[in-house]
């Protein structure tokens, strides 16, 4: 009896070993990984502000209004006036279908007496 | 544990037969059980102590072996935490009041040299003055070899700059990371932001510090680590700043004029939409300040003309001494002055513009309306020069105004130190005493709001707490309505847009001549203040528009009054903004065809 418990704990040992070793390989590659992206992300967000900078001085509003000058004959844009305003009056909604004429009767029978 | 009996019988029999006495048995066996307890509690203390012992020797081994760790062990990040993006952010990026980004860092490099690394000094000198046109190759060889082991060669390069430093390829020819300041909108709010530059400076980072505006104003909170990637959000409106600095730009130069200023201000909350100063610059590269012995600060483009600009504001003055005789129940606005000109006070002759006489008697509104000097001075001498002073100090024209800007604090209007009847008659029509437009505008904006005092602010307020009754309701309102009519009948007749109903009052002060070329007041050079509300009918927003040495040339002879220049472009700075502001025009309605007028006749 006491032989094989020798045994199987050595093997234990041997298998906890094995499996420590590949945990440690593991976690390092796991940590060279995270470092990675970490730095990624820091490249990306660099980029990120880059880009928020790049937006805000493309869409300045010195070019934009260049840029409606030159291209005034395609957009026809011009700044807000006052004039601008609607009213929902200007809109044109659809007529209101006429009274449908069947018989001369309905007609005179619409009319108010004299 | 068996008990022994203290006096057991067998041992008492045989003393007693012996003729000894039992109790020194009972006392023996006494002794000894007190002997017994006495060790059991002595080692069971033992026990503890030693148990107590182990534990703090373990505790304390813990805590030094760690700190010995701690001190012996390389600092390292943990490498398995995410980073933020706080670290990033050195300092906070400002937006405008929409979210639009005014001013943001960029990551960019600088370049430094260790000329004792280099090959060639002579041929990297050549090539750097090749590139940057601003280096000169000799005086740069001459540093590079005079035995020095470090020098800056530039603090921002751009991406292009630093290809070409790096082909040159020289290993003496080094950068380092630096974060610069960007303002994307280049002029457009330059005095509202003023600058950043470096402060100190490291090969592997350099602070940011902010040189002026609201950048030098809020250094602390644009630099709290803990507010880095929360933006900075200003009241100034983007496209509102930029219609406003379009029209006050083309204003400025249509009316010949050196310099001009504009704000734009909400009435209930004292957010400022619009600040202009022309001239301006570029903040990403700002100018030198003027340091001549002749040169004055004010003709430099860094002046704030809106907040640092001190002037004698003229007539605009007129609506303060008039709602006050309101306020004080002194007069109604139909009441009679007396405005007979040239009104002699002491050895003072009071006149009127161009010698006119608009009396002999001219009620109040007309007063206003015509911008009469005599009748104000004769509701300021009923006022008195106390109750006067203590108005305009409720006003806050005492007191440099509390804007987030640098340059603000140091902006103090002039103030007569004595305060005789004569001030109180020339203060009463804007002249004596000096102020910025900044504290105009807060003043017409407490006009405007009904009489409740009004904090100009720089910075987007969500809940903007009531201020302090400075008058009532109703003197607040008749003063608006007399601002209207200069309008519509007075002397700011071409400040009328369609729809918007604005109210206001012109103001034209001579410019003070220097002590140097025999001081009094220039003839020919003015500046010109329009000072609007509109619309008059429920008043939003405040609107001042100053231009320094204005002159119209478009009539037979040039004419230097606030109606023919400022109030224009004033009106033109309405017509352009009040849309983008979303406030609708209140115009009758036009219908386009017939079909549908008969419709709007029907409903």
């Known amino acids: 009896m006491r032989p094989v418990i020798y045994v199987l704990s050595f093997l234990a040992v041997m298998a906890l070993a094995f499996w420590a070793y590949r945990e440690n390989y593991a976690t390092q590659q796991a940590l060279r990984e995270v470092s990675g992206l970490n730095r990624e992300i820091a490249g990306l967000r660099e980029a990120l502000s880059v880009q928020r900078a790049e937006w805000a001085y493309l869409n300045r509003p010195d070019r934009l209004r260049e840029l409606a000058t030159l291209n005034f004959d395609r957009l026809g844009l011009l700044p807000l006036e006052p004039e601008q305003f609607g009213d929902p009056k200007q809109v044109a909604y659809p007529p209101e279908p006429l009274f449908n004429i069947e018989q001369p009767v309905n007609v005179s029978g619409e009319e108010e007496p004299l | 544990m068996t008990r022994?009996?203290?006096?057991?019988?067998?041992?008492?029999?045989?003393?007693?037969?012996?003729?000894?006495?039992?109790?020194?048995?009972?006392?023996?066996?006494?002794?000894?059980?007190?002997?017994?307890?006495?060790?059991?509690?002595?080692?069971?203390?033992?026990?503890?102590?030693?148990?107590?012992?182990?534990?703090?020797?373990?505790?304390?081994?813990?805590?030094?072996?760690?700190?010995?760790?701690?001190?012996?062990?390389?600092?390292?990040?943990?490498?398995?935490?995410?980073?933020?993006?706080?670290?990033?952010?050195?300092?906070?990026?400002?937006?405008?009041?929409?979210?639009?980004?005014l001013a943001t860092n960029l990551l960019t490099h600088s370049l430094y040299a260790h000329p004792k690394d280099m090959v060639d000094p002579g041929r990297v000198a050549r090539e750097l003055a090749a590139i940057f046109p601003e280096l000169d190759a000799e005086a740069l060889q001459k540093r590079?070899?005079?035995?020095?082991?470090?020098l800056w060669v530039r603090r921002k390069l751009s991406p292009e700059q630093m290809q070409a430093v790096h082909d040159i390829g020289d290993p003496g020819l080094l950068f380092g990371p630096r974060e610069m300041r960007l303002y994307p909108n280049g002029r457009l709010a330059a005095h509202v932001l003023g600058g950043a530059s470096f402060g100190a400076e490291g090969v592997h980072s350099a602070e940011v510090i902010g040189t002026a505006g609201i950048e030098k104003a809020l250094d602390a909170r644009l630099r709290d680590p803990a507010k880095g990637t929360e933006p900075l959000t200003l009241s100034i409106d983007m496209t509102v700043q930029a219609a406003t600095h379009e029209v006050l730009e083309a204003g400025m130069k249509m009316m010949n004029a050196k310099g001009a200023a504009a704000i734009l201000m909400d009435v209930t909350s004292g957010e400022i939409l619009s600040l202009v100063s022309l001239p301006d610059f570029d903040p990403n590269d700002r100018p030198q300040p003027l340091v001549g012995a002749k040169d004055d600060p004010a003709d430099s483009p860094l002046f704030n003309r809106a907040v640092q600009g001190v002037y004698e504001l003229g007539s605009t003055f007129k609506i303060f001494t008039a709602a006050q005789a309101l306020e004080l129940g002194l007069v109604n606005p139909e009441t009679m002055v007396d405005a007979n000109a040239p009104m002699q006070w002491g050895k003072h002759k009071i006149k009127e513009f161009q010698g006119k006489n608009y009396g002999p008697l001219l009620s109040v509104t007309d007063v206003i309306v015509k911008s009469s000097n005599v009748g104000t001075a004769r509701l300021a001498l009923q006022i008195g020069g106390l109750r006067q002073q203590a108005f305009l100090k409720s006003l806050g024209f005492f007191d440099a105004t509390p804007l987030e800007l640098v340059e603000a604090p140091g902006a103090k209007p002039l103030i007569p130190a004595r305060?005789?009847?004569?001030?109180?008659?020339?203060?009463?029509?804007g002249h004596g005493m000096s102020a910025s437009p900044m504290h105009l505008a807060a003043a017409y904006a407490t006009i405007a709001n009904g009489g409740l005092s009004v904090t100009p602010t720089l910075l987007r307020q969500d809940r903007p707490g009531p201020g302090n009754r400075i008058m009532?309701?109703?003197?607040?309102?008749?003063?608006?309505?007399?601002?209207?009519?200069?309008?519509?009948?007075?002397?700011?007749?071409?400040?009328?847009?369609?729809?918007?109903?604005?109210?206001?009052?012109?103001?034209?002060?001579?410019?003070?001549?220097?002590?140097?070329?025999?001081?009094?007041?220039y003839k020919d050079k003015v500046i010109n203040t329009f000072a609007s509300v509109f619309p008059a009918n429920d008043p939003k927003y405040v609107l001042i528009v100053t231009l320094d040495e204005p002159v119209e040339t478009s009539g037979p002879e040039p004419r230097r009054t606030a109606g023919w220049t400022a109030v224009p472009v004033a009106a033109e700075v309405i017509r352009r903004t009040a849309p983008l502001l979303g406030l609708r025009p209140a115009v009758e309605f036009v219908a386009p065809d017939a079909l549908l007028a008969a419709n709007a006749i029907d409903e």
């Open chain 2, 419 to 429: 305060w005789p009847e004569i001030v109180t008659i020339t203060t009463s029509y």
């Open chain 2, 472 to 521: 009532s309701e109703k003197s607040a309102d008749a003063a608006v309505s007399m601002l209207r009519q200069v309008v519509t009948k007075g002397t700011a007749s071409m400040g009328e847009v369609p729809g918007y109903a604005v109210a206001g009052k012109t103001g034209t002060a001579d410019k003070p001549r220097p002590k140097e070329l025999g001081g009094g007041y």
């Open chain 2, 4 to 101: 022994t009996p203290l006096r057991p019988l067998a041992r008492i029999l045989s003393a007693r037969a012996n003729g000894e006495n039992p109790d020194t048995i009972e006392r023996e066996n006494l002794r000894l059980r007190h002997e017994e307890l006495r060790d059991r509690s002595r080692n069971r203390a033992e026990g503890r102590l030693l148990l107590l012992g182990v534990a703090f020797f373990m505790a304390f081994t813990i805590i030094g072996g760690r700190m010995g760790l701690l001190a012996a062990s390389q600092p390292e990040e943990p490498r398995a935490a995410a980073t933020g993006a706080e670290i990033l952010n050195q300092r906070a990026d400002i937006t405008d009041r929409n979210g639009r980004v």
């Open chain 2, 144 to 150: 590079f070899t005079d035995g020095r082991s470090f």
